[in-house]
């Protein structure tokens, strides 16, 4: 399942319809330009704008209207301090929120899977992986990635202490200049407020030997963790994923 925010990396899409292609199966998508045409939500507006929470109700919808009982996704716990709250298995409520302080259990790998109609899980199985382990696992087994995990040239606005890649969605200000740099991204999301950082690491090998150098977490080149101390867990308890 993709929630589809309208604001996407080209590549991303290109990449997303080519796995889907190949393999030949089913997918789900969710679109938050649907949400906002039908009055779901309320688009933000003005400079540091983003369709980011606005997929909670896209998401949330598509759930319910899809009958999911389990969406697995690809969180990790090393990514921010709300995700390392999380459970491998995640249980939400029929509104579709988390309560961190109310969570099942999970001793020796015993997952209570029980749930009433209209709840649902969120499955993390690389929880407890580092970004280290998902490149050394990428390295083995030769999986294809989109072209933006590797260092290419791009343009970009430097903006919340992160190069901000330039597009049509993007309102510049009068001091805020255009530049090429050569860049690559850790984290994927919504082209409006995902940082790249500048980088020579054009491949595997040269990716992870960078990331082992990092002290930083991918997560924070995300402005959209920036907007509070919070920001991440008042959004996983609407129901984000």
Not at 33 to 41: A, K
Not at 91 to 108: I, T
């Amino acid at each position: 399942m993709h929630v589809d925010t309208g604001h996407n990396f080209p590549e991303t899409i290109q990449f997303r319809d080519a796995i889907i292609n190949k393999l030949g199966v089913k997918l789900i998508v969710g679109s938050v330009q649907e949400s906002i045409d039908d009055g779901r939500v309320a688009e933000e507006k003005g400079k540091n704008a983003t369709r980011n929470a606005l997929q909670i109700t896209t998401l949330l919808d598509a759930i319910e209207s899809n009958k999911i009982d389990c969406a697995i996704g690809g969180g990790r716990r090393d990514e921010e301090k709300a995700r390392a709250k999380e459970r491998f298995f995640s249980h939400r409520d029929d509104f579709g929120q988390w309560d961190p302080k109310n969570q099942r259990p999970e001793l020796w790998n015993i997952f209570n899977g029980r749930h009433f109609e209209g709840e649902h899980f969120r499955a993390f199985p690389i929880s407890n992986w580092t970004e280290m382990d998902v490149w050394n696992y990428i390295k083995r087994e030769n999986i294809a990635i989109p072209s933006l995990y590797f260092a290419h040239e791009r343009e970009v606005v430097w903006r919340q202490d992160t190069w901000i890649p330039n597009s049509e969605f993007l309102v510049l200000e009068d001091h805020e200049e255009v530049v090429t740099k050569k860049i690559r991204f850790r984290t994927l999301g919504d082209i409006t407020i995902t940082g790249g950082d500048e980088s020579e690491a054009d491949t595997l090998e040269k990716i992870a030997t960078e990331v082992a150098g990092m002290r930083n977490t991918e997560r924070g080149n995300r402005s959209d963790d920036k907007r509070s101390e919070s920001a991440m867990e008042d959004r996983k308890r609407q129901g984000y994923f």
